[in-house]
T-cell receptor, first 111, second 113 residues
Framework: KQEVTQIPAALSVPEGENLVLNCSFTDSAIYNLQWFRQDPGKGLTSLLLIQSSQREQTSGRLNASLDKSSGRSTLYIAASQPGDSATYLCAPMEYGNKLVFGAGTILRVKS | DGGITQSPKYLFRKEGQNVTLSCEQNLNHDAMYWYRQDPGQGLRLIYYSQIVNDFQKGDIAEGYSVSREKKESFPLTVTSAQKNPTAFYLC????????????FGPGTRLTVT
């Protein structure tokens, strides 16, 4: 059964820092992997989708990499801002188009 | 505007009552999903449907039921058999191909006392 681990569980940084959020998964037989952002009490917002054949995907200040064979994905956030404060969730997609979620990384960016 | 709507945003029920959560999408997506989120935990899959009139159990289907009579709608019923129903419920949808993103609704917070 797929298990997803996100490290660190929480992170507090001053504004302007570059950040690295880590995600590992146990079963490499995935179709793709999505990174989401969740604000308190809200639904999920999709940030990036990386296909299994891709190594990385970029959107603005966000860059996500995927190493399927080793079961790892990393989300880089450049020049962090207070508005980036949220919970970040990683979810590989497996057979049946089902997402399996990690517990998330709670990010706080201080101004 | 295309998107997923969930209603209501907050729902309160007494123990022993069944309750139905609504999920509607106008994205023309074939597949729809229900997840449950508990504090400090990731989302867990309850039920999913890849096509109208068909659905499959997820990891935590006990105490829940669904129907998929229309492409746009995938209601979730939380029955009295669900032992710990208080949670945040999220609905999602996607196209059926493997390259597609899942999109999420705003969620319904259910409190059972």
């Amino acid at each position: 059964k797929q298990e997803v681990t996100q490290i660190p569980a929480a992170l507090s940084v001053p504004e302007g820092e570059n950040l690295v959020l880590n995600c590992s998964f146990t079963d490499s037989a995935i179709y793709n992997l999505q990174w989401f952002r969740q604000d308190p009490g809200k639904g999920l917002t999709s940030l990036l989708l990386i296909q299994s054949s891709q190594r990385e995907q970029t959107s603005g200040r966000l860059n996500a990499s995927l190493d399927k064979s080793s079961g790892r994905s990393t989300l880089y956030i450049a020049a962090s801002q207070p508005g980036d404060s949220a919970t970040y969730l990683c979810a590989p997609m497996e057979y049946g188009n089902k997402l399996v979620f990690g517990a998330g990384t709670i990010l706080r960016v201080k101004s | 505007d295309g998107g997923i709507t969930q209603s209501p945003k907050y729902l309160f029920r007494k123990e022993g009552q069944n309750v139905t959560l609504s999920c509607e999408q106008n994205l023309n997506h074939d597949a729809m999903y229900w997840y449950r989120q508990d504090p400090g935990q990731g989302l867990r899959l309850i039920y999913y449907s890849q096509i109208v009139n068909d659905f499959q159990k997820g990891d935590i289907a006990e105490g829940y039921s669904v129907s998929r009579e229309k492409k746009e709608s995938f209601p979730l019923t939380v029955t009295s058999a669900q032992k710990n129903p208080t949670a945040f419920y999220l609905c999602a949808s996607t196209r059926r191909d493997r390259a597609s993103e899942q999109y999420f609704g705003p969620g319904t917070r259910l409190t059972v006392t």
